[in-house]
């Protein structure tokens, strides 16, 4: 098993920065990868951005390239989830995901594990 607990978020003016934090724990795999999901109310899960641990390779939705920067702490296990220039379209609950890196990184069903979700509200 593999527990992730996220951090951050909150409340931020449009244009303003936040950043999410996901630490995982446990039964970790050797070579996995990391990924930011959100929600928004009435809307459908959708991907915000994915690494990976063994190239450092990254992946974004084009509607957060440029303004979000996914990155990580390998000895830490931890991923970073930078967001600026924030709109308030960007509000929602930012989950985020860990699974084996193989296969996709863009479907929410292909990750194993998901961190408790925080909420992220940009107002106009």
């Known amino acids: 098993q593999v527990q992730l607990v996220q951090s951050g978020g909150g409340l931020v003016q449009a244009g303003g920065s936040l950043r999410l934090s996901c630490a995982a724990s446990?039964?970790?795999?050797?070579?996995?990868?990391m990924g930011w999901f959100r929600q928004a109310p009435g809307k459908e899960r959708e991907f915000v951005a994915a690494?990976?641990?063994?190239?450092?390779?990254?992946y974004y939705a084009d509607s957060v390239k440029g303004r979000f920067t996914i990155s990580r702490k390998t000895a830490r296990n931890t991923v970073y989830l930078q967001m600026n220039s924030l709109k308030p379209e960007d509000t929602a609950v930012y989950y985020c995901?860990?699974?084996?890196?193989?296969?996709?990184?863009?479907?929410?069903?292909?990750?194993?594990?998901w961190g408790q979700g925080t909420q992220v509200t940009v107002s106009s």
């Open positions: 995901a860990y699974k084996e890196a193989s296969g996709s990184y863009y479907y929410g069903r292909a990750y194993d594990y």
């Open positions: 446990g039964r970790t795999f050797s070579r996995y990868a």
């Open positions: 690494i990976t641990w063994s190239g450092g390779s990254t």
